[in-house]
């Protein structure tokens, strides 16, 4: 067992960090950019596309860089670690990943390459509004055959859906769960968009007999396809989440070191201390069960369990780490124009994005007595 | 980044499994799994069948009977035995004294008690703490002064755990009182049995007798017991305390306590129904297991990225969390045995399970663990200072 990162790992975290360093370089910056549209910034998107990020997880004869689950890791920690407001993870990791592991060939070259060039960003259309957490379609459905099929139904929220250049929705069929791709001009498509708590874009998406082509066979039943990749994705939002929390702990301790009250510096007082010393407890536990649900992916087996052990610890860790951040500042953690908010705020959003800890824990409690012990190798 | 064990690690875990499970004494095993207290026999022969095998005291210099193993291979050695119910050695002879006299002792003091110390011929104590110096282990009073060949001890040691077994004890003791408190201490290894020194028993909240108190009157140590130079006992005390970052979170034995517990709860309920069907019981057990999950997995970390000898920040997390979630299960077994917890003292013609009325003791016993070792307060201390920077 090795969680290192081998030197072009290293490599690829050292350019991404630079990157994004520049372009989120206070937390102002990044405020500017998510009060106007698209909320992310085209520019960064595009510098992000040239340095190979958006076609990382991809194979290289669909337009892609033929990496895997660990570079994944890598870029999805620096979008965290500045909260940097590109749709990393929903773009790439779960729609460009959906295309991935369903479209047929000539879809995943066309859509696949278009996202790595940074032309084309792709949205999940999937959450419904009385679908919770659940991974079938209940309330968009879809008729037709062949590669004529119709959409009806309401899709909300939509991260990304108004801004998005191509819809993936999944939908009810005969015997389970589609995927469907939806063009923006399609003849009955609506979406209004509007802003998240978290500085980020959703939308309102309705279909009224909406022209749709299916993402890969015709007719089939895309459930396991979506599980797994929901999974990768709930991963990879472990990883973004780490390194908000990471960013969330060191801006805590940098202000314990400098805020003074009562004519001292704020570490005088051992409460504090102890509480800061909690938040580190929680990243380093939280950091193994994300990195180890990453390996779990590299090792090729099912990863909806390990996505799920992720998934429980972040939103149990970043609860903890984000009101405590907010806390020990005391109001300037309130406000907007401090960045410790910011970050809570984030990993509030990705926290009830596919499945809180709550959620998760009911899943490993349905298989509960599956087992003895939890053993990490798989 | 790796997941599987490579194939030689995952060998040595299938070797470290067989071993245990074959070559321990099945009543040593039966009495750990049971949660009972293991006599002073049992821990000597358990020990005896580890040294025999030469994984005794794998972390000692090769020389004086160590393995030349990772700190990965030691730390599949140190759960592997804990997940076979097999006892880790006694810790006083393998991780205490056994590497200080290894590394500072005199070739006469090696010869003559590393060998016997690995085998457990002589049960070693520990004599540190005293009434008015616990996590201020520097305030010791304990004298030590020279007189001819032999040094005068006097004073009073504490919370001595499992001293009514010891044969030797090992303590610091003031040897300069004139200097500042760290530079006049000194390591001396003192025979028990020397007239002079009385070891009286403290009963504790679980009703058992695992610690006491060790008095010194006008003891007679020969200087030659003394280990290292005089006045230098404060470094040794420190690599003793700071040498051993493998299994110092008792993953094992927490993973095998919760699986037992789970098994235990399965006929729990009223009528001997499954109380994992009560959504309270089963969401507690999950969320255990995944916090147990995360602190192994931290573990791992540790151990699998320490290979150039420098401590991994994480390692920090270990001691904290790791008595937290101990102490969570003892707990968690007090509850799934509810009403039948009340007959911890009821004899063999007894109805309740044996879990059920060990849970309550071992429950009351565990509380020790956040404070021993170094209080968890003093582990947020050196997270809070050492870590993250915050020094009031």
């Given at each position: 067992?090795?969680?290192?990162?081998?030197?072009?790992?290293?490599?690829?975290r050292?350019?991404?960090?630079?990157?994004?360093?520049?372009a989120?370089?206070?937390?102002?910056?990044?405020?500017?950019?998510?009060?106007?549209?698209?909320?992310?910034?085209?520019?960064?998107?595009?510098?992000?596309?040239?340095?190979?990020?958006?076609?990382?997880?991809?194979?290289?004869?669909?337009?892609?860089?033929?990496?895997?689950?660990?570079?994944?890791?890598?870029?999805?920690?620096?979008?965290?670690?500045?909260?940097?407001?590109?749709?990393?993870?929903?773009?790439?990791?779960?729609?460009?990943?959906?295309?991935?592991?369903?479209?047929?060939?000539?879809?995943?070259?066309?859509?696949?390459?278009?996202?790595?060039?940074?032309?084309l960003?792709?949205?999940?259309?999937?959450?419904?509004p009385?679908?919770?957490y659940?991974?079938?379609?209940?309330?968009?459905?879809?008729?037709?055959?062949g590669?004529?099929?119709?959409?009806?139904?309401?899709?909300?929220?939509?991260?990304?859906?108004?801004?998005?250049?191509?819809?993936?929705?999944?939908?009810?069929?005969?015997?389970?769960?589609?995927?469907?791709?939806?063009?923006?001009?399609a003849?009955?498509?609506?979406?209004?968009?509007?802003?998240?708590?978290?500085?980020?874009?959703a939308?309102?998406?309705?279909?009224?007999n909406?022209?749709?082509?299916?993402?890969?066979?015709?007719?089939?039943?895309?459930?396991?396809v979506?599980a797994?990749?929901?999974?990768?994705?709930?991963?990879?939002?472990?990883?973004?989440?780490?390194?908000?929390?990471?960013?969330?702990?060191?801006?805590?301790?940098?202000?314990l070191?400098?805020?003074?009250?009562?004519?001292?510096?704020?570490?005088?007082?051992?409460?504090?201390?102890?509480?800061?010393?909690?938040?580190?407890?929680s990243?380093?536990?939280?950091?193994?069960?994300?990195?180890?649900?990453?390996?779990?992916?590299?090792?090729?087996?099912?990863?909806?369990?390990?996505a799920?052990?992720?998934?429980?610890?972040?939103?149990?860790?970043?609860?903890?780490?984000?009101?405590?951040?907010?806390?020990?500042?005391?109001?300037?953690?309130?406000?907007?124009?401090?960045?410790?908010?910011?970050?809570t705020?984030?990993?509030?959003?990705i926290?009830?994005?596919?499945?809180?800890?709550?959620?998760?824990?009911n899943?490993?409690?349905?298989?509960?007595?599956?087992?003895?012990?939890?053993?990490?190798?798989? | 980044?790796?997941l599987?064990?490579?194939?030689?690690?995952?060998?040595?875990?299938?070797?470290?499994?067989?071993?245990?499970?074959?070559?321990?004494?099945?009543?040593?095993?039966?009495?750990?799994?049971?949660?009972?207290e293991?006599?002073?026999?049992?821990?000597v022969?358990?020990?005896?069948?580890?040294?025999?095998?030469?994984?005794?005291?794998?972390?000692?210099?090769?020389?004086?009977?160590?393995?030349?193993?990772?700190?990965?291979?030691?730390h599949?050695?140190?759960?592997?035995?804990?997940?076979?119910?097999?006892?880790p050695?006694?810790?006083?002879?393998a991780?205490m004294?056994?590497?200080v006299?290894?590394?500072?002792?005199?070739?006469?003091?090696?010869?003559?008690?590393?060998?016997?110390?690995?085998?457990?011929?002589?049960?070693?104590s520990?004599?540190?703490?005293?009434?008015?110096?616990?996590?201020?282990?520097?305030?010791?009073?304990?004298?030590?002064?020279?007189?001819?060949d032999?040094?005068?001890?006097?004073?009073?040691?504490?919370?001595?755990?499992?001293g009514?077994?010891?044969?030797?004890?090992?303590?610091?003791?003031?040897?300069?009182?004139?200097?500042?408190?760290q530079?006049?201490?000194?390591?001396?290894?003192?025979?028990?049995?020397?007239?002079?020194?009385?070891?009286?028993?403290i009963?504790?909240?679980?009703?058992?007798?695992?610690?006491?108190?060790?008095?010194?009157?006008?003891?007679?140590?020969?200087?030659?017991?003394?280990?290292?130079?005089?006045?230098?006992?404060?470094d040794?005390?420190?690599?003793?305390?700071?040498?051993?970052?493998?299994?110092v979170?008792?993953?094992?034995?927490?993973?095998?306590t919760?699986?037992?517990?789970?098994?235990?709860?399965?006929?729990?309920?009223?009528?001997?129904?499954?109380?994992?069907?009560?959504?309270?019981?089963?969401?507690?057990?999950a969320?255990?297991?995944?916090?147990?999950?995360?602190?192994?997995?931290?573990?791992?970390?540790?151990?699998?990225?320490?290979?150039?000898?420098?401590?991994?920040?994480?390692?920090?997390?270990?001691?904290?969390?790791?008595?937290e979630?101990?102490?969570?299960?003892?707990?968690?077994?007090?509850?799934l045995?509810g009403?039948?917890?009340?007959?911890?003292?009821?004899?063999?013609?007894?109805?309740?399970?044996?879990?059920?009325?060990?849970?309550?003791?071992?429950?009351?016993?565990?509380?020790?663990?956040?404070?021993?070792?170094?209080?968890?307060?003093?582990?947020?201390?050196?997270?809070?200072?050492?870590?993250?920077?915050?020094?009031?």
């Amino acid at each position: 067992m090795d969680f290192q990162l081998d030197s072009e790992q290293e490599a690829l975290r050292d350019a991404v960090r630079g990157l994004l360093a520049k372009a989120y370089d206070t937390s102002e910056t990044r405020r500017a950019v998510t009060k106007q549209e698209p909320g992310w910034g085209d520019k960064t998107w595009q510098q992000l596309a040239e340095m190979g990020v958006l076609g990382l997880p991809f194979a290289e004869e669909d337009g892609g860089m033929g990496a895997g689950p660990a570079e994944v890791a890598i870029v999805a920690e620096e979008i965290g670690r500045v909260i940097a407001p590109e749709p990393f993870v929903e773009a790439v990791v779960l729609a460009g990943g959906l295309v991935a592991a369903a479209g047929t060939p000539e879809q995943r070259g066309e859509i696949l390459g278009a996202l790595a060039e940074g032309t084309l960003v792709p949205a999940f259309a999937h959450t419904e509004p009385a679908s919770r957490y659940e991974l079938a379609a209940t309330g968009v459905t879809a008729s037709g055959s062949g590669d004529a099929w119709t959409l009806n139904g309401v899709k909300e929220p939509v991260l990304g859906g108004a801004r998005a250049d191509l819809l993936i929705v999944s939908a009810v069929i005969d015997g389970g769960t589609g995927l469907f791709l939806v063009k923006p001009d399609a003849d009955g498509l609506t979406r209004t968009g509007y802003p998240t708590f978290d500085g980020g874009r959703a939308a309102h998406v309705g279909f009224a007999n909406t022209p749709a082509t299916p993402l890969g066979e015709p007719g089939a039943d895309q459930s396991d396809v979506i599980a797994a990749t929901v999974a990768r994705a709930q991963i990879a939002y472990g990883h973004e989440s780490l390194g908000a929390m990471e960013t969330a702990l060191r801006t805590t301790t940098e202000y314990l070191k400098t805020r003074k009250q009562f004519g001292v510096p704020l570490m005088t007082f051992q409460a504090l201390t102890f509480r800061a010393a909690d938040m580190y407890v929680s990243l380093e536990l939280a950091r193994s069960t994300v990195t180890w649900a990453t390996l779990v992916l590299l090792d090729g087996g099912d990863a909806t369990e390990a996505a799920s052990r992720a998934k429980l610890q972040v939103s149990k860790a970043g609860r903890h780490i984000g009101q405590e951040a907010i806390q020990l500042h005391g109001g300037i953690g309130m406000t907007a124009e401090y960045s410790v908010g910011h970050y809570t705020s984030r990993l509030t959003a990705i926290d009830h994005a596919l499945g809180d800890g709550r959620h998760h824990l009911n899943r490993l409690v349905s298989t509960l007595g599956d087992h003895t012990v939890v053993d990490p190798l798989p | 980044m790796k997941l599987q064990l490579s194939d030689e690690d995952a060998a040595f875990r299938e070797e470290m499994h067989t071993f245990f499970t074959t070559q321990i004494p099945q009543d040593v095993r039966d009495t750990v799994a049971a949660r009972r207290e293991l006599s002073k026999e049992q821990i000597v022969a358990s020990v005896q069948a580890m040294n025999a095998a030469g994984i005794a005291v794998p972390n000692w210099p090769v020389e004086w009977g160590g393995k030349d193993w990772t700190p990965l291979q030691r730390h599949i050695w140190h759960e592997e035995m804990q997940l076979a119910n097999v006892p880790p050695p006694l810790p006083f002879n393998a991780s205490m004294v056994g590497p200080v006299i290894a590394a500072f002792g005199s070739q006469e003091l090696k010869e003559r008690f590393l060998p016997k110390t690995a085998n457990l011929d002589i049960w070693w104590s520990q004599g540190f703490s005293e009434p008015d110096a616990g996590s201020d282990l520097a305030s010791l009073r304990t004298t030590a002064v020279r007189d001819g060949d032999d040094y005068l001890v006097n004073g009073q040691k504490t919370w001595t755990t499992l001293g009514q077994y010891g044969d030797w004890i090992f303590t610091l003791v003031r040897t300069d009182p004139s200097v500042k408190k760290q530079a006049g201490i000194s390591f001396l290894l003192i025979d028990m049995s020397s007239p002079g020194v009385t070891v009286r028993p403290i009963e504790l909240i679980d009703g058992g007798h695992e610690v006491n108190e060790v008095w010194f009157e006008n003891v007679r140590v020969p200087a030659e017991n003394l280990v290292g130079e005089e006045n230098k006992g404060w470094d040794y005390a420190k690599f003793l305390l700071g040498n051993e970052r493998v299994g110092v979170a008792p993953v094992g034995s927490t993973k095998r306590t919760l699986s037992q517990a789970k098994e235990f709860a399965r006929t729990a309920g009223p009528g001997g129904t499954s109380l994992l069907e009560d959504p309270l019981v089963a969401a507690q057990i999950a969320d255990l297991e995944n916090e147990i999950l995360a602190l192994e997995l931290t573990a791992l970390r540790v151990v699998a990225n320490s290979a150039d000898g420098k401590p991994h920040p994480a390692s920090s997390v270990l001691k904290l969390r790791g008595t937290e979630l101990q102490q969570a299960v003892t707990e968690l077994f007090v509850d799934l045995a509810g009403p039948l917890a009340l007959a911890s003292g009821a004899g063999d013609g007894s109805d309740v399970p044996d879990l059920a009325r060990v849970a309550t003791p071992n429950y009351l016993n565990f509380r020790k663990a956040s404070i021993y070792g170094g209080s968890n307060e003093v582990q947020r201390q050196i997270i809070a200072g050492t870590i993250l920077g915050l020094r009031g």
